[in-house]
């Protein structure tokens, strides 16, 4: 089945350790996305990319890496996990142009202790 | 820059009732309007868009019109069911959006469907 699939479904993390956040999509989209998302704050952009080696940075991308080696993957990376990066991550991919929409991932619920 | 602005609830109705959820934008150009649903524990689904003034978009017996005279894009639904019970969230994708032509959302509005 064509999605995007995100891992892992829920983690716990200990403050300071590192932690890398995978996304795969399936549809050959060019466009791919990191969100978080938090109670009263509705979702937050953290990094993008238009294409296949390209990245740029979103509203809140302090604390967070992305790399995009090919089309398909586009994995976050919290380089030393602060408590208030606890939050649920969607990743999500478009094909370029303002007409369509995202595909959404279901998610990684992250905590961190 | 982009906005999107709606009413985040939470909005509770009783099964059958008449549902509006407002919605209102400021873009620079021609954006395309979106509705996206989330299910309790699930990422965001597309229910429906509309890519130009006076579109109607429309799924599940949810619509929504393009209405670029009052820069609005609100969502309706004649009679709701418990089922319907999920957040809401009103975007938008044009020039200068967030992530070079992304995505701008607003915060979500919250439904609750009471039997």
């Known amino acids: 089945i064509a999605g995007i699939t995100q891992a892992p479904t829920s983690q716990i993390l200990a403050a300071g350790r590192r932690m890398t956040l995978r996304c795969t999509q399936d549809?050959?989209?060019?466009?791919m996305y990191w969100y978080r998302q938090d109670l009263g704050l509705g979702l937050r952009l953290i990094h993008y990319?238009?294409?296949?080696?390209?990245?740029g940075k979103g509203e809140v991308p302090d604390g967070y890496s992305v790399s995009r080696a090919n089309t398909d993957d586009f994995p976050l990376t919290l380089a030393s996990a602060v408590p208030s990066q606890t939050s649920v991550y969607f990743c999500?991919?478009?094909?370029?142009?303002?007409?369509?929409?995202?595909?959404f991932g279901s998610g990684t619920r992250l905590t961190v202790v | 820059g982009n906005s999107v602005t709606q009413m985040e609830g939470p909005v509770t109705l009783s099964e059958e009732a008449f549902l509006t959820i407002n919605c209102t934008y400021t873009a620079t150009g021609y954006p395309s309007l979106f509705w996206y649903v989330q299910y309790p524990g699930e990422g965001l689904q597309l229910l429906l868009k509309?890519?130009?003034?006076?579109d109607k978009g429309s799924n599940k017996g949810f619509e929504a019109t393009y209405r670029k005279e009052t820069t609005s894009f609100h969502l309706e639904k004649g009679s709701v069911q418990v089922s319907d019970s999920a957040v809401y969230f009103c975007?938008?994708?044009?020039?200068?959006?967030?992530?070079?032509?992304?995505?701008?959302f607003g915060k979500g509005t919250h439904l609750i469907i009471q039997p």
């Open positions: 509309a890519t130009k003034a006076d």
């Open positions: 975007a938008l994708r044009g020039p200068s959006g967030g992530g070079a032509d992304g995505l701008t």
């Open positions: 990319s238009n294409t296949a080696g390209t990245t």
């Open positions: 999500a991919s478009s094909k370029s142009g303002t007409n369509y929409g995202y595909t």
């Open positions: 549809m050959r989209h060019n466009a």
